[in-house]
Nanobody, 122 residues
């Protein structure tokens, strides 16, 4: 049974930082690209970042480029999203997802976590 469990969400002030983690189990981790998506209230789920199986390549949404960094630890089956210079518009539920092919679309994902809430507010 595949499980993706996100953690690290919370309330942060604008300009602050948070580090999200996603622990994977039940899958051959190195077979999968790992992605982060987010969904703000009343909006569609959108792509945030993706990383290749061994971390050699990554991709970011324009809205987070230069502020967010995705990384992975294959030995621990862990993927992280370091979020800096947070803005109120970054407020959303953040989801971890896994896919065997590179994709920035929700339909391309094979497994999803349940999400962790990030709130950026003063």
């Amino acid at each position: 049974q595949v499980q993706l469990v996100e953690s690290g969400g919370g309330l942060v002030q604008p300009g602050g930082s948070l580090r999200l983690s996603c622990a994977a189990s039940g899958l051959t981790f190195t077979n999968f690209y790992m992605d982060w998506f987010r969904q703000a209230p009343g909006k569609k789920r959108e792509f945030v970042a993706a990383i290749s199986q061994f971390g050699g390549a990554s991709r970011y949404a324009d809205s987070v480029k230069g502020r967010f960094t995705i990384s992975r630890d294959n030995a621990k089956k862990l993927v992280t999203l370091q979020m800096n210079s947070l803005k109120p518009e970054d407020t959303a539920v953040y989801y971890c997802a896994a896919a065997t092919r590179l994709s920035t679309m929700t339909v391309g994902m094979e497994y999803w976590g349940k999400g962790t809430l990030v709130t950026v507010s003063s």
